[in-house]
């Protein structure tokens, strides 16, 4: 599928910043299954000093700083990305889950490089609730394939989703307490399951393209940016899952970032220096079929 | 019996318990003092117990007049401990570890470039990932493909210990903001001071060469080829463990002392704020954690940092020495992996062993662990210094089964022993304590040298490593023509750039310098003035005299509240002196004014000389001898000698460049002269008949420092109106109001944000004409009990000033807001 993307985040002050430094997270990444056209982060006013750069885990980042007095801040990122439903060796999905553990295993070919996301990360931390939710379907011998997709299962059922119930800070035990939130949330949940049983597993920011309802028109800026899970299956291999709507990732899933939680890859990030007491923030996002 | 004698032949004596398995720095097995000491022996034996407490004393009063202090986090400073006994070692034996300690800076350097670069320790399996990947000081905004930086190591610092062999052996690496350089130069300075023969005798390399070759490392390490670097020393602030150390090292150095607030980053570039303009910054020796260090990029939270210096430091246009990234080194799980990490990153065998270490992520080393913990110290690695874990053995191995990898385990070394004097000199002896010493080491050129000397640690005896004092670390030449240091060629470290004074942040402290040393200042001439009415009174109880003891001691309520425990009956004078001169957390008390002025002068400690620290050294001794003292006189006496060293300031600052700094220092003093003065003539807006507002007159007379200039002016006429002339609007006395503004404004105007018509400015002005314009006659004017024009002329004179004083906050010291994350301002609406 190809699409034509607009991810805007606009900020609102009621007084001046004079000095705005910023990181935005919203060039999609270049994959076997996904094609990236050009592509352009756009800020206003216009940042004195920008840069791109790769990070540690290979995602292309945008810094800017912008030092001119704003009291609006419009972050855009923009392009087209060409995607397919990525491909995963059906052998590799039935090997037993509990041969895939890079700190019990430190000699399987990529171990050394997966630990990074088999280790507690701030938003993940190990958590007995979710190690006791997850060993229901992590059992031993099973295939990683059938275990994975069986809690992805559970927790799509147990879990329900619901935009009020959280914030963009909410943690692990929180969410377990509430069994609600939303897809960061499903997303952290899952990570948490997984690597409390010593599987690797990272988060990945995206989008989803949505279909309107059926008889209706396509409403444009009213999709949102996205977030689900990967899970090592051993080398350079991993398998995508969306707990949030239960289902493996396919072509309408554009992946933009991944790292160990929401805070290695948000959209955008930034500091300012204001005697500013309020923001008003609007997200829009759009993922038109082109 | 000379002291060292006397710890030689207490430890011949047969053991008790047979405990003699430490290596002694001092005898051998064969009860003989080691060579180095023999060299000394001459000088030594005329040091009897009484000698060395007399040293010992003089070490703690040179310290504390030298402001050294050290606090442990979360805790008020406490004064820095020196031993007078120093630890010797000749150059023999110092040899070896010079040698494996500059193998060792090149493996860290070398560690560095490749857990941040290629990561082929990781990827080969000399080191498990996890070990690496699990501790906090791995920083992945370092860790980008785009980084390359061959030389990432400047400074390193390693904690050694001999076993009980004697073999010296690796505790711990200290890379990220290593301390103790400061303290461990102060403790040489003292010490030689204390110790003239035995330093001279000794021969011993000086460690002045060696903060040459630490500048000039600094000045190379900026990325290209400047003429004249910029380097700056960031500090956490005044609060901070070692803020000591940070600000002595900056000094001696001859590199300003900065705060995060004090830098901006532009266009990628670190820039130092000055009034005006902005400065290029080449070089940060930084003494803030690195996840401190940006609040962008790492922790969101942090006000310590400079928003951007990552990515400045990742565009190679700042060095930051170390590198963020270096936290790394200071993992104690590579001190398991060291000997194989020296074969694979340098090709040798490692030189200086460590101590025995394991990783508790490896099964082998998990089960060894496991059956050894009651011999091993285990510490955790998801924290920053790992700590040793003080726990029982059954909740210990619980923690560690449920998460291997995040713990590390150490053998406990029987490390050597020092004589030592601090602990033992009630018994007028010195006792045997085990020693560790931090070294240093520097990039000089293309290699790395370390410290001829370094900072030796007391530990306590039972084994739990607390520091409880330090040692100065003496190594001897191996011959008389050996240079200091080993370096040839010694250039003086000049006196280099402090950071100038027009730093918003340098000038808002000195001028609460200059407020609060007047604050202590005129409340110890009250608590005086005080003190002699209430002798009076106690020698001739009259009426009168009661009720002008309750208006002076009003007075002092006024000023710093009312005493905690006071009761309304019979008051307890001597405790309210007490209190006022000693109670640190009474709010108004000279003891708190004394600890605010401490406080304000350590975050400009680079702009003094030493002298400065004086000031706290008389007041600390003054304190403690009345706390040891209860009777009434000595609160007279304390008062006095704390109001000598508080006055001592004046003679630090009239040596001082007349730098906008300088002046700042005097518009604070004098704004809090005025107010001070407001306050004290509350005392005349009441009148309560002529022999007891006599008494009061005089006792403010006192307070006010004007007594003999009334007595000469007015013989014993003691009248309102005369004392309102003299302290209000007579130009020519120092302490009047008068007087106090036309300074202000002088000083004032000589700050270079300062017009002419700035807001300070205007509203100095005004209150100068309204001072001009009031008629004395009129204050003292008299309606029913009371001065109804005085109070209203007071009550208006204290919210101008407080005005006057925000006014030049606003202007003078205002450096922006605070850095926010994007997202932490309250959200109004979120849409969709």
Redesign the interface.
């Known amino acids: 599928m190809r699409y034509r993307i607009e991810h805007r985040t606009t900020y609102t002050y009621d007084d001046d910043v004079t000095d705005s430094l910023g990181i935005a997270y919203l060039v999609p990444r270049r994959l076997p299954w996904q094609q990236v056209g050009h592509y352009r982060v756009e800020v206003t006013p216009a940042p004195a000093d920008t840069a791109r750069d790769e990070d540690y885990y290979g995602n292309e980042l945008t810094y800017f700083q912008v030092v001119e007095p704003h009291r609006e801040l419009v972050v855009v990122g923009t392009g087209d990305v060409e995607v397919a439903t990525p491909t995963v060796d059906r052998g590799l999905l039935d090997r037993p889950w509990d041969g895939l553990l890079p700190l019990a295993r430190p000699d399987l070919p990529g171990a050394w490089r997966a630990t990074d996301l088999a280790l507690p990360s701030a938003s993940v931390p190990s958590h007995p609730g979710a190690t006791e939710y997850a060993a229901e379907s992590l059992l031993p011998g099973r295939p990683v394939g059938e275990a994975v997709g069986e809690l992805m299962h559970r927790i799509h059922a147990d879990f329900e989703y619901d935009g009020t119930a959280t914030t963009v800070t909410s943690t692990v035990p929180e969410i377990l307490a509430k069994r609600a939130g939303v897809c960061q949330d499903f997303a952290h949940f899952t990570l948490s399951c997984l690597r409390s049983h010593g599987l690797a597993a990272r988060y990945v920011s995206g989008y989803l393209a949505t279909e309107p309802a059926p008889g209706k028109e396509r409403v444009v800026g009213a999709d949102a940016s996205h977030a689900w899970a990967a899970v090592w299956l051993g080398d350079d291999d991993w398998l995508a899952l969306d707990p949030t709507n239960d289902q493996w990732q396919n072509d309408r899933y554009v992946t933009v970032a991944w790292g160990r939680d929401y805070g290695d890859v948000p959209p955008v990030k930034g500091v300012i220096f204001t005697e500013a007491r309020h923001s008003r923030l609007e997200v829009s996002v759009d993922v038109a079929p082109a | 019996m000379p002291v060292l004698q006397e710890y030689v032949a207490a430890l011949t004596q047969p053991m008790l318990g047979g405990g003699a398995t430490r290596y002694d720095e001092v005898v051998g097995p064969d009860g003989l003092l080691r060579p180095p000491w023999k060299r000394l022996a001459a000088v030594v034996a005329g040091i009897g117990a009484e000698e060395l407490q007399r040293i010992d004393d003089q070490i703690v009063r040179f310290l504390s007049d030298d402001g050294v202090t050290y606090s442990r986090p979360g805790e008020r400073p406490t004064a820095w401990r020196l031993d007078p006994v120093p630890l010797v070692v000749d150059a023999v034996s110092w040899r070896e570890v010079e040698v494996g300690l500059a193998q060792r800076a090149e493996l860290l350097n070398a560690v560095l470039v490749d857990l941040y670069g290629e990561?082929t320790l990781?990827?080969d399996?000399v080191v498990?990932?996890?070990a690496v990947?699990?501790h906090p000081g791995f920083v992945?905004?370092m860790?980008?493909?785009?980084r390359d930086d061959p030389r990432p190591l400047v400074v390193s610092a390693t904690d050694l210990g001999r076993d009980a062999e004697g073999t010296w052996r690796v505790l711990g690496d200290r890379a990220q903001a290593p301390s103790g350089l400061g303290y461990a130069l102060e403790n040489r300075k003292v010490l030689s001071r204390v110790l003239p023969e035995l330093y001279r005798e000794a021969d011993l390399h000086r460690v002045s060469p060696y903060l040459w070759a630490f500048r000039s490392a600094l000045l190379q390490s900026a990325h290209g080829e400047l003429p004249d670097p910029r380097v700056v020393v960031l500090t956490p602030g005044t609060h901070s463990e070692t803020a000591y150390d940070q600000a002595a090292l900056a000094t001696n150095l001859g590199f300003p002392l900065v705060q995060g607030s004090d830098l901006?980053?532009?266009?990628?570039w670190v820039l130092l704020k000055s009034l005006g303009r902005l400065e290029r910054v080449d070089v940060i020796l930084r003494r803030v954690d690195a996840a401190w260090c940006d609040?962008?990029?790492l922790r969101?939270d942090s006000q310590l940092g400079v928003?951007?210096l990552a990515?400045a430091v990742?565009?190679n246009r700042v060095r930051v020495v170390n590198g963020l990234g270096a936290g790394v080194l200071e993992n104690p799980a590579l001190l398991a992996y060291a000997p194989a990490i020296c074969e694979h990153l340098l090709g040798e065998s490692l030189r200086l062993p460590t101590v025995p270490t394991w990783w508790c992520?490896d099964p082998d080393a998990l089960a060894h662990v496991l059956d050894h913990l009651d011999e091993l110290s285990v510490r955790a690695l998801d924290s920053v210094p790992s700590p040793v874990l003080d726990t029982r053995p059954e909740v210990l191995t619980r923690r560690i089964l449920a998460?291997p990898?995040l713990y590390v385990a150490q053998e406990r070394l029987p490390l050597s022993q020092a004589p030592t004097w601090s602990d033992g000199r009630t018994a007028g002896l010195a006792t045997p304590r085990p020693v560790s010493v931090r070294a240093f080491t520097v990039r000089y050129g293309s290699s790395y040298r370390t410290l001829l000397g370094g900072l030796g640690n007391v530990l306590d005896v039972a084994g739990s490593n607390r520091v409880v004092a330090s040692k100065d670390v003496w190594v001897l030449k191996s011959g008389a023509g050996e240079p200091d240091q080993g370096l040839a060629e010694v250039l003086p470290v000049s006196s280099g750039r402090s950071l100038p004074a027009t730093v918003p942040r340098v000038l808002e402290d000195m001028f609460w310098v200059g407020r609060y040393a007047e604050r202590a200042e005129d409340l110890l001439r009250l608590v005086l003035a005080a003190h002699v009415v209430v002798e009076d009174y106690r020698s001739r109880p009259r009426t009168g005299g009661g009720l002008s003891l309750q208006i002076v001691m009003g007075l002092l309520a006024r000023i710093a509240g009312r005493h905690p425990q006071a009761g309304d009956g019979d008051h307890d004078y001597d405790a309210e002196f007490r209190s006022l001169l000693l109670d640190v957390d009474r709010t108004g008390s000279v003891a708190q004014s004394v600890e605010a002025l401490r406080d304000a002068l350590s975050g400009v400690r680079d702009q003094w000389s030493a002298d400065v620290w004086r000031i706290f050294g008389v007041v600390d001794r003054a304190r403690a001898t009345m706390a040891e003292d209860p009777g009434s006189h000595q609160a007279a006496e304390s008062a006095g000698r704390m109001l000598t060293g508080v006055l001592s300031l004046a003679g630090v600052t009239a040596n001082m460049i007349r730098d906008p700094g300088w002046h700042m220092i005097s518009v604070g003093r004098y704004v809090e002269r005025g107010q001070q003065l407001r306050h004290l003539l509350t005392a005349l807006t009441e009148r309560h008949g002529l022999d007891v507002d006599r008494e009061v007159l005089a006792a403010v007379l006192a307070a006010a420092e004007s007594s003999v200039t009334h007595r000469r002016r007015y013989r014993d006429h003691v009248r309102p109106a005369g004392v309102l002339d003299l302290l209000l609007k007579d130009p020519d006395n120092p302490r009047s109001l008068a007087f106090s503004l036309a300074r202000a404004a002088e000083h004032l105007a000589a700050v270079p944000a300062s017009t002419g018509s700035t807001r300070p400015e205007r509203l100095l002005a005004a209150l100068v004409t309204e001072l001009e314009e009031t008629d004395v006659a009129r204050l003292v004017a008299i309606g029913g009990v009371d001065r109804p024009h005085l109070v209203t002329f007071l009550d208006s004179l204290g919210a101008r000033l407080d005005r006057l004083a925000e006014a030049v906050a606003d202007l003078h010291f205002a450096t922006?807001?605070?850095?926010?994350?994007?997202?932490s301002?309250?959200?109004?609406?979120?849409?969709?």
């Open positions: 990561r990781l990827r399996g498990p990932a996890a990947l699990s992945r905004v860790a980008y493909g785009s901006t980053v532009r266009d990628g609040p962008l990029e969101g928003a951007g990515e990742r565009r992520g998460a990898h922006g807001p605070a850095p926010r994350r994007f997202g301002l309250p959200i109004l609406e979120e849409v969709p």
